[in-house]
């Protein structure tokens, strides 16, 4: 269903309807942009921690405008076992409704706005009927702000008991309304004199010395002409009359508000609902949703996550589901389009979905990608047949799983960071995953280059990168060299005494020699895995995990010649992973799924 400005607060009931029977609900937002720094390449390195993915985020993406959202609601029939749904296609603009109204200021990217509009997007619904919004604190001064005016109002609040100060510049204009009002006040069959146009200051005066001077028996309002020019209008009436228009003109006010609020007032109704909320790729679509539609977004990287679970109690990412086991071996492809078209195909079985009577429903055969109701539509179902995936493979199978299953826990509140190669999600609930190793760039000079030569290239590359200062640091390669020597020494140094205080302890076994096995003093730090369960981020890749080098060192008393010390190196290899497997199945945390009689 598509909802524009005109036909939003008819439809608003439909909306919170949907909300209210629905199970989960997907989203999914299209932008006015990107990135106005950096390549979009550039803003999503895959060397950023979870912090520096944010801040890019924060700073170069905040300034463009979320201005079509998509809301698909899915709700399951289980007497006919299907899933139910209720798609909206918001259109959203921050047309300002007044003067006081927030005079938003935004920003383009060229390569997004061609790329939409290659793809049949309509901009003049954005920018000519696009549904008005405002966050929490714009909302909030604009209640104190209409709040100040009816207690200047005449008729509200207490009236003024003494005379109004006039200033001298003033005074002239004051004393020509009042002469006007007299005249009016004495011709009977006159029952409404409209002033002339003036300013805020002026009306705010007129206001207040007509609420001392004429404290009963007439009515005043500011109207807008059409060419926008505001001014009063003042009416005869009894105290009755005037009673009932001051609480008409109130309830006017209130409602302007809540137009005022406009589209906001959706995104309170999902948040409301605590229900869960499921997105492609979602980071920034969360950012922006949270960035417009609540407050500006915190510099905090903690404080962000605090507002997203408050607003959000509990998000899903598919992106990252799909690129998480049990499915990541079986789904090469998780863009949008190609993961829809993979969980058609065995071993995953397509939901049963109907569209609503009264909503129109979705032809995925006619692909309308980037219309965000779509998306969004499209995504839920993603979902549905990985959550069913994961229901197949239980002991009996499960052919519907809830949105409210233990099954799909692990994948709440962790959002997909694109393209970080050894961090993929951003955890909402906890701390993130910290990178295993540096990444280190070695460049070479000429020799015949001079030390005023590699400063003045230096001194470039800081000021062309200062943006990313925190994220690098350049040093000789003598440093580099030293710095490592300095960290073997010291790991081989413990692991050394930890090897003499094994011995001391360990009985002595007769023979010509024996071997130890170095897990029992060395710690071993494994690759980081890809299950979005933190628990999980020291569980080590015992599979692919190797001995290091002063491990190796350290395994055979004897130094065996070769090939026997390999073969001897190789067993101990074998050991090693036997006992870490071994190991891992009773002391380390639950891993990805927690069921009974699971697979």
């Known amino acids: ?30 932008f006015s942009g990107i990135s106005d720094g950096p390549s979009v390449t550039a803003l999503t390195s895959g060397f950023d ?22 809301l698909c609601a899915f709700k399951y029939d289980h007497a006919n076992s299907k899933h139910v749904t209720k798609s909206f296609n918001f259109y959203v603009f921050p047309k300002p409704f007044s003067r006081s109204s927030p005079d938003v200021k935004f920003v383009c990217q060229s390569s997004s706005i061609d790329f939409l509009a290659s793809q049949g997007f309509d901009f003049n619904k954005v920018f000519c009927s696009g549904i008005p919004y405002l966050n929490q604190e714009e909302e909030r001064q604009l209640r104190e702000q209409f709040d100040e005016k009816r207690s200047q109002a005449n008729g509200a609040g207490a009236l003024t008991k003494c005379p109004v100060t006039i200033p001298e510049d003033q005074k002239k204009f004051i004393d020509q309304v009042i002469e006007k009002i007299e005249g009016f006040l004495q011709r009977e069959e006159k029952r409404t004199l409209e002033l002339n146009p003036c300013t805020g200051f002026q009306r705010k005066l007129i206001y207040q010395t007509l609420s001392w001077k004429y404290p009963k028996g007439i009515h005043v309002e500011t109207l807008e002409t059409d060419k926008k020019e505001r001014h009063i209008v003042i009416s005869k009436v009894d105290e009755e009359e005037r009673k009932r228009r001051e609480q008409e003109k ?82 090469n492809n998780t863009s949008l389009a190609e993961l829809e078209k993979r969980l058609k195909e065995t071993p995953f079985d397509p939901p049963k979905v109907e569209s609503a009577e009264g909503f129109p429903s979705y032809d995925t055969a006619s692909e309308q990608l980037h219309e965000a109701g779509y998306d969004a539509y499209i995504t839920g179902l993603c979902f549905i047949s990985m959550a069913n995936y994961l229901g197949s493979l239980l002991s009996p199978p499960k052919t519907c799983v809830s949105a409210r299953s233990k099954l ?29 190793r540096d990444h280190v760039l070695h460049v070479t000079f000429p020799k015949e280059w001079k030390t005023s030569d590699l400063y003045q290239l230096f001194s470039a590359f800081a000021v062309n990168t200062s943006k990313y200062a925190e994220s690098y640091r350049i040093q000789t390669y003598a440093e580099y060299v030293g710095k490592k020597q300095e960290s073997k020494q010291v790991k081989r140094k413990w692991t050394e005494d930890s090897w003499k205080e094994v011995d001391r302890k360990r009985p ?11 897990f029992t003093a060395a710690g071993i730090v494994g690759k980081r895995t890809l299950s979005p369960d933190p628990r999980e981020a020291g569980v080590v890749d015992r599979e692919s995990e190797g001995i290091s080098d002063p491990e190796l060192e350290q395994t055979d008393y004897c130094a065996d010649p070769l090939p026997e010390g390999r073969k001897k190196a190789k067993k101990l290899k074998r050991m090693k992973k036997e006992f870490s497997l071994a190991g891992s199945a009773s002391d380390s945390p639950a891993v990805l799924f927690e069921v009974p009689d699971t697979w």
């Open 408 to 436: 799909i826990e692990p994948f709440f509140n962790k959002l997909f960071l694109m393209r970080v190669m050894d961090i993929p999600y951003l955890n909402l609930e906890g701390p993130d995953l910290q990178p295993k």
């Open 1 to 30: 269903m598509e909802i524009i400005r005109s036909n939003f607060k008819i439809n608003l009931p439909k909306v919170y309807q949907a909300i209210e029977e629905a199970d989960f609900f997907a989203i999914d937002g299209e």
């Open 49 to 70: 921690t979870p912090e520096e993915r944010y801040q890019k985020l924060k700073k170069h993406s905040m300034d463009f405008l979320l201005f079509q959202f998509g």
């Open 508 to 518: 002595h076994v007769p023979g010509p020699c024996y071997h130890t096995n170095s």
């Open 250 to 331: 109130y309830a006017k006010e209130q409602e302007e508000l809540n137009d005022a609020v406009g589209f906001s007032r959706v995104i309170h109704a999902i948040a409301n609902s605590g229900k869960l909320v499921v997105g492609h790729n979602m980071l920034l679509d969360v950012m922006h949703t949270i960035h417009q539609f609540y407050c500006p977004l915190p510099v905090d990287l903690n404080e962000f996550k605090e507002m997203t679970t408050c607003v959000f109690p509990r998000l899903l990412d598919t992106k990252l589901m799909a690129s998480t086991q049990p499915f990541k071996d079986i789904i």
